[in-house]
């Protein structure tokens, strides 16, 4: 079966600007989650979804937002990039509310110029 | 706070030597406690949760309550087994919210 697919798997933006990341987890996987990967923080926490309802959200500034489809796909958005913003983004799906591990995708590599 | 702590950003061994990859957590209730790892040029992939008590590719890791700890154990490394490993706690409740270490490469040497 498919896996988790993230598009696109790499961006350039200005800073200022505005981006949309897409996430489509695996075929009955309810739950989505968004992370932020990078080498001097690791891996943060950002959201989670679940059945369109956003369940947690990590210590980010209001520029992040997301939101969840009744398909289940997941989207993620960053409003006036900063610099600091150039990161792996990570999606992660699972099947339940409290599911055992999760399944990630690829990533999209964000660069802020 | 939920915190978990990986003190080895690098731990390098020889082919054939035990392994020891160290995680601490801290958490005031009943913690879930996972393994991740990531091989060169790959996605990130689950590889344990405590409470399976499963051995995968030869890996354990036993939940001590009494020191906060989940350590990875392998006793003979194997080349293939090189790749960044991430310790992730997920706190109780209804969420799939993961709580990750910083991470130790592992490099075995031939």
């Known amino acids: 079966k498919a896996g988790v697919t993230q598009t696109p798997r790499y961006l350039i933006k200005t800073r200022g600007q505005q981006v949309t990341l897409s996430c489509s987890p695996i075929?009955?996987?309810?739950?989505v989650s968004w992370y932020q990967q990078t080498p001097g923080q690791g891996l943060q926490f950002l959201f989670e979804?679940?059945?369109?309802?956003?369940?947690n959200k990590g210590n980010f500034p209001g520029r992040f937002s997301g939101r969840q489809f009744s398909n289940s796909r997941s989207e993620m958005n960053v409003s006036t990039l900063e610099l600091g913003d150039s990161a792996l983004y990570l999606c992660?799906?699972?099947?339940?509310?409290?599911?055992?591990?999760?399944?990630f995708g690829s990533g999209t590599r964000l660069t802020v110029v | 706070a939920q915190r978990v702590t990986q003190p080895e950003k690098l731990l390098s061994v020889f082919k054939g030597a035990p392994v020891e990859l160290k995680c601490n957590y801290s958490?005031?209730?009943?913690?879930?406690l996972f393994w991740y790892v990531q091989y060169s040029r790959q996605r990130l992939q689950l590889l344990l949760r405590?409470?399976s008590r499963e051995s995968i590719k030869g890996f354990t890791a036993d939940l001590n309550k009494g020191e906060t700890s989940f350590h990875l154990k392998k006793p003979f490394a194997q080349e293939e087994d090189s790749a960044m490993y991430y310790c992730?706690?997920?706190?109780?409740?209804?969420?799939?919210?993961?709580?990750f270490g910083t991470g130790t490469l592992l490099a075995v040497q031939p």
């Open positions: 992660a799906s699972s099947v339940g509310s409290a599911d055992y591990g999760y399944t």
């Open positions: 075929s009955g996987h309810r739950s």
């Open positions: 979804y679940f059945s369109e309802t956003q369940r």
């Open positions: 958490y005031s209730g009943s913690p879930e």
């Open positions: 405590h409470i």
């Open positions: 992730a706690l997920r706190g109780g409740g209804a969420t799939n919210k993961l709580i």
